[in-house]
T-cell receptor
Framework: DVKVTQSSRYLVKRTGEKVFLECVQDMDHENMFWYRQDPGLGLRLIYFSYDVKMKEKGDIPEGYSVSREKKERFSLILESASTNQTSMYLC????????????????FGDGTRLSIL | AQSVTQLGSHVSVSEGALVLLRCNYS??????LFWYVQYPNQGLQLLLKYTTGATLVKGINGFEAEFKKSETSFHLTKPSAHMSDAAEYFC??????????FGKGTKLSVKP
């Protein structure tokens, strides 16, 4: 089975801090994704990556950046944390499926619940 | 552009009753559709997916969904609800860049 591991289940940080959320997958997937989940809003895509050192903005990239130095690891960075970034963050990975015709599902980690005080 | 609408943010059924969770999609290309389930304090788990071929798709835990192109729908059903089905369910359509576009989710409660 695919395993997507997020480094922390719960994290509490202060406003203005630089925050790193780490995600590792063990299935040699090319694609990795970061979403945030908020009540009543569902999941919204922050950033994604098709390959090492590649990144693409999702729907809500403001205030975030990402890093993918190795294929298995995709990091989400909050450059200067703010209270409106308090949320559940979910990482996902999938096989290469840049073509719309592909049907590869995404596999999710258990999430990191981040609180910014 | 693709989008997903889930009708009903909360659905409550009795144990043993039919479960029906509604999902309508919008897509300019033939859609690839997914249902995911999220149990409390966990990530999302794939229930089932539709790509091409048979329009009735069977998934895990007794769930199934039917793709109806004329109605742009992909509703999720289960004949008989169990207490363990209580969770949040998300419908999703694949976006043009290989990402997933999610609905806002439906919380299913199962009453004894």
């Amino acid at each position: 089975d695919v395993k997507v591991t997020q480094s922390s289940r719960y994290l509490v940080k202060r406003t203005g801090e630089k925050v790193f959320l780490e995600c590792v997958q063990d299935m040699d997937h090319e694609n990795m994704f970061w979403y945030r989940q908020d009540p009543g809003l569902g999941l919204r895509l922050i950033y994604f990556s098709y390959d090492v050192k590649m990144k693409e903005k999702g729907d809500i990239p403001e205030g975030y950046s990402v890093s993918r130095e190795k294929k298995e690891r995709f990091s989400l960075i909050l450059e200067s944390a703010s209270t409106n970034q308090t949320s559940m963050y979910l990482c996902a990975s999938s096989n290469r499926d840049r073509l719309v015709k592909s049907n590869q599902p995404q596999h999710f980690g258990d999430g990191t619940r981040l609180s910014i005080l | 552009a693709q989008s997903v609408t889930q009708l009903g943010s909360h659905v409550s059924v009795s144990e043993g009753a039919l479960v029906l969770l509604r999902c309508n999609y919008s897509s300019s290309v033939p859609p690839y559709l997914f249902w995911y389930v999220q149990y409390p304090n966990q990530g999302l788990q794939l229930l089932l997916k539709y790509t091409t071929g048979a329009t009735l798709v069977k998934g895990i835990n007794g769930f199934e969904a039917e793709f109806k192109k004329s109605e742009t729908s992909f509703h999720l059903t289960k004949p008989s609800a169990h207490m363990s089905d209580a969770a949040e369910y998300f419908c999703a359509v694949r976006g043009s860049q290989g990402n997933l576009i999610f609905g806002k989710g439906t919380k299913l409660s199962v009453k004894p």
